[in-house]
């Protein structure tokens, strides 16, 4: 079992930066398609951006396209989600996710949150004005 833990939430303000980071425990997740996902109270998980294998491919949300980069390291087993010019409407609980049902993949980086098996905890960040 794939265990996830996120890091580098925090409370920022509109316009500044932050880097969430993504580390499995248990076994290396390097075949395997990555997500970021995040939440709000009372919304339905939303998808944020994903991440193929090699990490030569990735797609985004409309919403955070042009200030968000998911990208990986496979050297030490972690995926990153580098968040740009935030926004207030960025405030949630960020969820990293990873897929195993397809590894090795170049095309697989699946936007469904029901498409993905192994999920974190959840990082929180809060974007004030």
């Known amino acids: 079992q794939v265990q996830l833990v996120e890091s580098g939430g925090g409370l920022v303000q509109a316009g500044d930066s932050l880097k969430l980071s993504c580390t499995p425990s248990?076994?290396?997740?390097?075949?395997?398609?990555m997500a970021w996902f995040r939440q709000t109270p009372g919304k339905e998980r939303e998808f944020v951006a994903s991440?193929?294998?090699?990490?030569?491919?990735?797609t985004y949300a409309d919403s955070v396209k042009g200030r968000f980069t998911i990208f990986r390291d496979n050297a030490v087993n972690t995926v990153y989600l580098q968040m740009n010019s935030l926004k207030p409407e960025d405030t949630a609980e960020y969820f990293c996710?990873?897929?195993?049902?397809?590894?090795?993949?170049?095309?697989?980086?699946?936007?469904?949150?029901?498409?993905?098996?192994?999920w974190g905890q959840g990082t929180q960040v809060t974007v004030s004005s």
């Open positions: 996710a990873a897929d195993n049902s397809r590894e090795y993949v170049d095309s697989h980086m699946p936007t469904q949150s029901s498409d993905y098996d192994h």
């Open positions: 248990g076994r290396t997740f390097r075949s395997f398609a």
């Open positions: 991440l193929n294998w090699r990490g030569d491919r990735s």
